[in-house]
């Protein structure tokens, strides 16, 4: 699942760039680093529902969306908004634009990337939960 969605977020970023050549060489390698950050993050997820699963002895679909949708709601509501904080090619709210080219920040909910990001967020997150706690068998 995590393997998917970064391929298409690879693919997405590599199709919807309209920098210059420097640039698109240093976005390249933030698509691939930033591919691998999550591939990483989403194993160690799997891990964490993997022991919220053992520790509840209880592992099902509607529970893995749950967990997923906590997941999301704080990724959107919490993590997102900062950031801007310690992302160095991202711009703030609080700040000015100044002459180096910067990402938008994301906003509440990641509002700023548009409508459907928060929607979309929140159903990739539920499928990802309901997928890890369809198929965890737990031990015995």
Same mark, same amino acid.
């Given at each position: 699942m995590t393997l998917c969605v970064n391929s298409c977020a690879l693919i !997405? /970023? =590599?199709?919807? @760039?309209?920098?210059? @050549?420097?640039?698109? &060489?240093?976005r390249g390698r933030a698509s691939v680093w930033?591919? #691998?950050?999550?591939? #990483?993050?989403?194993?160690? !997820? &799997? *891990?964490v529902y993997g022991l919220a699963f =053992? /520790?509840?002895? *209880? &592992?099902?679909?509607? *529970?893995g969306a749950l967990f997923g949708l906590a997941q999301a709601l704080f990724v959107l509501v919490a993590l997102l908004p900062i950031f801007p904080y310690f992302h160095p090619r991202m711009a703030s709210e609080t700040f000015g634009p100044n002459p180096t080219r910067q990402l938008e920040p994301p906003g509440f909910m990641a509002l700023n990337y548009g409508r459907a990001t928060p929607a979309i967020t929140i159903a990739a997150h539920l499928l990802?939960? &309901?997928?890890l706690g369809g198929f965890y068998t737990l031990a015995r």
């Amino acid at each position: 699942m995590t393997l998917c969605v970064n391929s298409c977020a690879l693919i !997405f /970023n =590599e199709y919807h @760039d309209g920098s210059n @050549d420097s640039a698109r &060489a240093n976005r390249g390698r933030a698509s691939v680093w930033g591919f #691998v950050i999550h591939m #990483v993050n989403g194993w160690l !997820f &799997a *891990l964490v529902y993997g022991l919220a699963f =053992e /520790n509840l002895r *209880l &592992a099902t679909w509607w *529970l893995g969306a749950l967990f997923g949708l906590a997941q999301a709601l704080f990724v959107l509501v919490a993590l997102l908004p900062i950031f801007p904080y310690f992302h160095p090619r991202m711009a703030s709210e609080t700040f000015g634009p100044n002459p180096t080219r910067q990402l938008e920040p994301p906003g509440f909910m990641a509002l700023n990337y548009g409508r459907a990001t928060p929607a979309i967020t929140i159903a990739a997150h539920l499928l990802y939960g &309901a997928i890890l706690g369809g198929f965890y068998t737990l031990a015995r």
